[in-house]
């Protein structure tokens, strides 16, 4: 497999999917909820059909994990795998915010190894390929150097943030919202952005494709306990996302890791 070729067939999967979806963007839509406060579109849906039909026309061979695709196990002893989201920050494209993004990962032997995550509506494309560095618009991104947790610039829930059961109450940052994960991820392996906390469940599908971009942009991400992410697992699911520059994510796990997620 050439990474070089199939980055360029995802940058171009993902910008035809990106009109796709700003096409459909503030229009009217058809909306139902998955479960409470996760809510599905008919362009979601759209957008899920386009991606696996290009992309699996151009790879039959390989698997695919989509949050909008039924998941029928063949993936798990396929060795490459597609992982897409393709409207990560769904309750935000509803909503008329411009916080969502169409997010393409590939996985060689359960492994991110390149990531394109795309938000058509403010021209920010990112992408990396394992071990070639991280880009916005084909511009090198490198994550901050920020070692202090206090002003730092947070990606989070500020009532979290605030709330008074921490041990030891959290100094003063900039704390901002946005509702793709794969968005703040890549906000800060692009330096935007010092740091991001989600204290809760999060999918292979919102996770893989910025997590190339993160470690290539020298962020580290990880659960709030420091463990490493496992993609590829049957489940496809991890527990929680701590994602800093590597001189403050530390800082950030210390913090945070003795939470118990249900």
């Not at 139902?32 to 996760?38: A, C, G, L, M, Q």
């Not at 060689?108 to 509506?121: D, F, H, K, S, T």
Request: with cysteine; proline share 5%.
């Amino acid at each position: 497999m050439e990474l070089g070729v199939e980055l360029a067939l995802v940058l171009e999967a993902a910008r035809e999917a990106g009109a796709l979806a700003a096409s459909r963007f503030g229009q009217p839509l058809q909306i139902r909820d998955k479960s409470p406060n996760n809510p599905v579109t008919d362009a979601d849906l759209a957008v899920d059909a386009l991606l696996k039909a290009r992309l699996g026309a151009a790879r039959p061979d390989y698997g695919w994990l989509s949050e909008e695709t039924v998941d029928d196990g063949s993936r798990l002893t396929a060795a490459h795998c597609w992982v897409v989201d393709p409207i990560d920050g769904t309750r935000a494209f509803v909503r008329n915010k411009p916080h969502w993004t169409v997010c393409i990962g590939l996985m060689q032997a359960g492994e991110p190894v390149l990531g394109v995550v795309y938000n058509p509506i403010t021209g920010e494309l990112y992408h990396a390929m394992r071990g070639t560095g991280a880009f916005l618009n084909d511009k090198p991104i490198r994550a901050s150097s920020t070692s202090d947790v206090k002003g730092c610039a947070m990606l989070g829930d500020t009532g979290m943030f605030a709330h008074p059961a921490w041990p030891v109450a959290w100094p003063p940052m900039v704390v901002e919202q946005r509702n793709s994960i794969a968005y703040r991820m890549c906000l800060v392996a692009a330096g935007t952005f010092d740091a991001a906390i989600a204290l809760s469940a999060k999918h292979d599908w919102d996770l893989a494709a910025a997590a190339v971009i993160a470690a290539e942009a020298g962020a580290l991400a990880t659960a709030h306990d420091g463990t490493a992410f496992r993609f590829g697992q049957e489940q496809a699911r991890q527990k929680s996302l701590v994602v800093a520059g590597s001189q403050l994510h530390g800082l950030l796990v210390e913090r945070v890791r003795h939470v118990r997620l249900v």
